[in-house]
Nanobody
Framework: QVQLVESGGGLVQPGGSLRLSCAAS????????MGWYRQVPGKEREMVAR???????NHVDSVQGRFTISRDNAKNTMYLQMNSLKPEDTAVYCC?????????WGKGTLVTVSS
């Protein structure tokens, strides 16, 4: 079994920064893919960024140049550095891990961008 726990969300003013963390525990494969997704009530969940265990990354166009995904394989932890935050970035951010044909999800952390 795999457990994912997100942290780092909160309230930030437009233009500000936050760093999200996702700690994975349990049976973690050496080869996997992790990602950050976000969801706003009434809208579909949106992929924000993904990173493989080999450090290949992919960011959605709307966050390119503002958000950076990274991971520390030794700590089984993934990060999302979010800069130049906009009100439209407000959402619950969830962590995903995909391995051995299965997907695991964290419960999410709320990010609110507001003045």
């Amino acid at each position: 079994q795999v457990q994912l726990v997100e942290s780092g969300g909160g309230l930030v003013q437009p233009g500000g920064s936050l760093r999200l963390s996702c700690a994975a525990s349990g049976s973690i494969a050496s080869v996997n893919s992790m990602g950050w997704y976000r969801q706003v009530p009434g809208k579909e969940r949106e992929m924000v960024a993904r990173i493989t265990s080999g450090m290949t990354t992919n960011h959605v166009d709307s966050v390119q140049g503002r958000f950076t995904i990274s991971r520390d394989n030794a700590k089984n932890t993934m990060y999302l550095q979010m800069n130049s935050l906009k009100p439209e970035d407000t959402a619950v951010y969830c962590c995903n891990l995909a391995q051995w044909g299965r997907n695991y999800w964290g419960k999410g952390t709320l990010v609110t961008v507001s003045s």
